[in-house]
């Protein structure tokens, strides 16, 4: 059974930090990229970043680059978002998805339940 399970959302005041976790099983890991999206009530769910599991290679959207890094523990099948610096225009429910291609949000092949992030000012 695949699944995809995210942990490590909270509540931070604007400036703070939070670490997501992605946890992957039923699958070869290593041969798919893992990505992480947001969705906010009303509005489409957008693509935060991505990894290639193969090779390393990672995307940022524009909105989030130089304030969030992805990285993956191979061991472990894991995928961490760590973000910081993080602003109220970040509230929002993560989830971690995986394809074996690439990460748009119309294709990915699993998806996992989501977790809630949310930044006060």
């Known amino acids: 059974e695949v699944q995809l399970v995210e942990s490590g959302g909270g509540s931070v005041q604007t400036g703070g930090s939070l670490r997501l976790s992605c946890a992957a099983s039923?699958?070869?890991?290593?041969?798919?990229?893992i990505g992480w999206f947001r969705q906010v009530p009303g509005k489409e769910r957008e693509g935060v970043s991505c990894?290639?599991?193969?090779?390393?290679?990672?995307y940022y959207a524009e909105s989030v680059k130089g304030r969030f890094t992805i990285s993956s523990d191979n061991a472990k099948n894991t995928v961490y978002l760590e973000m910081n610096n993080l602003k109220p225009e970040d509230t929002a429910v993560y989830y971690c998805?995986?394809?074996?291609?690439?990460?748009?949000?119309?294709?990915?092949?699993?998806w996992g339940h989501g977790t809630q992030v949310t930044v006060s000012s």
């Open positions: 998805a995986a394809d074996l291609v690439t990460c748009v949000a119309s294709i990915m092949d699993y």
């Open positions: 990894i290639s599991i193969s090779d390393g290679d990672t």
């Open positions: 039923g699958f070869t890991f290593d041969e798919y990229a």
